[in-house]
T-cell receptor, first 111, second 115 residues
Framework: RKEVEQDPGPFNVPEGATVAFNCTYSNSASQSFFWYRQDCRKEPKLLMSVYSSGNEDGRFTAQLNRASQYISLLIRDSKLSDSATYLCVVNWGIGTDKLIFGTGTRLQVFP | EAQVTQNPRYLITVTGKKLTVTCSQNMNHEYMSWYRQDPGLGLRQIYYSMNVEVTDKGDVPEGYKVSRKEKRNFPLILESPSPNQTSLYFC??????????????FGAGSRLTVL
C-alpha cells in the first residue's frame, strides 16, 4: 500500500459543481495533514491545513477521518480558476519531520 | 516579500558536467528541503536540513549532495549528472516541522534536462 494515495483523476466538472477528493494514508501515527494546490508547472502552494474537527475556508472544506485513515477536500461552486492539481500531504508520525506527498488529483473545471 | 528563490530556473546540461542549483530563503526558516517531481511519482524528497550544518537524506538522495553553511542557503549539487536526473526540482523551507507549523513555502522550481 502506498504511504499516501490519491485518485489521479482528472475530475472534469462544470462551473458551479461540487466536487470532492479523498486521500488515504497508511501510517496511523500521522498527525499533520494538508492540502496543497499546484498549477501546471508551478510550485505547490498551501491550500489549507486539515484539522481533526474539520475546517472550512470559503468554498473549500477539509475533513479528517482517523478511523479510516483518509482526508477529504470538498470544493463547492467550482470556478474555472480552481483547475489545478491538488496534493495531499501527510506528516510521517509523531515527532518526525518527514512529509509525504501524494501524487495529486487533477481537477479541470469547464464552462 | 517572503520567498524561496532558486536558480537557475531552466538548465540543459550534458552527462557528467557538475552543476549546482542554488536555493535561498528570506524567512529565517530552520528547515529546508529539496524535492524532485516526476510524472506519476509525485514529489520525492532528496535531502533536507533541520538547521545550519545539519543535513539528512530523504527518499532519493543518490547522485546528489547538499550543504547548509548558512541558514538562508541550501544548494543542491549534482557532481556527475545523468539523464535519469532530468526532472523538475523544488526547494522548500518552513519552520521546524515538528513544531507543528510545518507549512512549506516552495521555490518556483528548476527544470533540469541532462542529455
Amino acid at each position: 500500500r502506498k504511504e499516501v494515495e490519491q485518485d489521479p483523476g482528472p475530475f472534469n466538472v462544470p462551473e458551479g459543481a461540487t466536487v470532492a477528493f479523498n486521500c488515504t494514508y497508511s501510517n496511523s501515527a500521522s498527525q499533520s495533514f494538508f492540502w496543497y494546490r499546484q498549477d501546471c508547472r508551478k510550485e505547490p502552494k498551501l491550500l489549507m491545513s486539515v484539522y481533526s474537527s474539520g475546517n472550512e475556508d470559503g468554498r473549500f472544506t477539509a475533513q479528517l477521518n482517523r478511523a479510516s485513515q483518509y482526508i477529504s477536500l470538498l470544493i463547492r461552486d467550482s470556478k474555472l480558476s480552481d483547475s489545478a492539481t491538488y496534493l495531499c500531504v501527510v506528516n510521517w508520525g509523531i515527532g518526525t519531520d518527514k512529509l509525504i506527498f501524494g501524487t495529486g488529483t487533477r481537477l479541470q473545471v469547464f464552462p | 516579500e517572503a520567498q524561496v528563490t532558486q536558480n537557475p530556473r531552466y538548465l540543459i546540461t550534458v552527462t557528467g558536467k557538475k552543476l549546482t542549483v542554488t536555493c535561498s530563503q528570506n524567512m529565517n526558516h530552520e528547515y529546508m528541503s529539496w524535492y524532485r517531481q516526476d510524472p506519476g511519482l509525485g514529489l520525492r524528497q532528496i535531502y533536507y536540513s533541520m538547521n545550519v550544518e545539519v543535513t539528512d537524506k530523504g527518499d532519493v538522495p543518490e547522485g546528489y549532495k547538499v550543504s547548509r553553511k548558512e541558514k538562508r542557503n541550501f544548494p543542491l549539487i549534482l557532481e556527475s549528472p545523468s539523464p535519469n536526473q532530468t526532472s523538475l526540482y523544488f526547494c522548500a523551507s518552513s519552520l521546524l516541522p515538528s513544531s507543528g507549523a510545518n507549512v512549506l513555502t516552495f521555490g518556483a522550481g528548476s527544470r533540469l534536462t541532462v542529455l
